[in-house]
């Protein structure tokens, strides 16, 4: 696994017959190859119980493929894993009681109404909430004589999620849930994601939305290329730049680096393409300093923005480019 910000335990050091439980996931050496593909490569996990962990990366970084080996739908070429204290090969039946899993895009029956979706996915259980209770819980009461085929992109995302509630799980796997949704059920899917974890629910979500990140997850795991490159809090993560704020530019010729660490405030100057990116601690003092070496040296800035650090941010230092890269 990629860098941490706290000693990661062997398996076998984690595995012991008296004390607190093990993590609710732990997996070591995780391969997985498709051909000459290699998806995965080498991914070392541990995901606490009543954890929200966060996995981010672009499309094609192996997160879809190393979700898929812990759920159970698909082997590693190498590694080990283990939920909540049993492994596939020999429980994989008891792990599936305990698991709820939301895909990106569930398939459900186009014809069948939201009550008889859930209706149906809560037969699957010997046990779970009861149907009105999970139309409660995702706000569906008013909808439950609706077809699937009429619900609208947020409510599909709702009942999906509602379908994977239906065995009160102990683990909730998400995989990329808000995608294409507008900001009213992004929030609306927050709240339930919150709700299960408030009751003491563990969670692993995927995502390339950061805001998603830093409000959910407690930890996440950067991945790229098969690989976890770092992982922490959010907020830990974020302080490793070296800086609270990014400012973005693009001048109008080459502008040296060495120039731009003295300016005051700056903590870490790198380019990507022709931006310019600096970050810096005290905005109030690098921005105007910056307009002013610009306008000594008679250049122009053909565009210049300022955010607040993010994980975006934390990844484009790792990588040379953004999560949501295509």
């Known amino acids: 696994m990629g860098e941490t910000l706290a000693t990661t335990a062997s398996l076998e050091e984690v595995i012991q017959d008296d004390g607190p439980p093990e993590p609710a996931i732990l997996c070591q050496g995780l391969r997985k190859s498709f051909g000459s593909t290699h998806a995965v490569r080498g991914v070392d996990l541990q995901i606490h119980r009543g954890e929200c962990y966060g996995l981010l990366g672009p499309n094609g970084a192996g997160k879809t493929t190393t979700v898929e080996i812990l ?36 398939q459900l029956t186009e014809r069948l109404q939201v009550e008889e979706a859930i209706r149906l996915f809560r037969s699957f259980y ?28 947020g409510q599909r995302q709702r009942l999906s999620v509602a379908c994977a509630l239906a065995g009160a799980p102990d683990i909730l796997f998400l995989d990329e849930p808000t995608t294409g949704l507008d900001p009213q059920s992004r929030r609306a899917l927050w709240d339930i994601i919150e709700e299960f974890q408030d009751s003491g629910g563990t969670i692993l979500l995927t995502t390339h939305f950061m805001d998603e990140a830093e409000r959910l997850a407690d930890r996440v795991g950067i991945m790229d290329h098969g690989r976890i490159l770092v992982e922490g809090p959010p907020t830990q993560l974020i302080r490793t730049l070296g800086g609270a704020h990014i400012v973005e530019f693009q001048p109008s010729r080459r502008m040296e680096l060495r120039e731009l660490r003295r300016l005051p405030g700056v903590e870490n100057v790198r380019t990507r393409g022709e931006l310019y990116l600096i970050t810096c601690e005290e905005l109030h003092l690098t921005l105007p300093a910056l307009v002013e070496q610009t306008r000594e040296q008679e250049i122009r800035m053909l565009s210049l923005t300022t955010h607040r650090a993010t994980l975006d941010d934390v990844f484009l230092a790792r990588t040379g480019r953004q999560l949501r890269d295509e």
Do not use: N
């Open 71 to 106: 759920e159970g739908l698909q082997e590693p070429d190498e590694g080990r894993v283990r939920i909540l204290g049993m492994e596939w090969g020999r429980d994989g039946r008891a792990i599936r009681r305990r698991l709820g899993i939301q895909l990106q895009e569930a």
């Open 126 to 153: 010997p046990s779970g909430p009861q149907v009105e209770d999970l139309l409660d819980q995702v706000q569906l009461q008013d909808k439950r004589s609706t077809y699937v085929r009429d619900l609208s992109g």
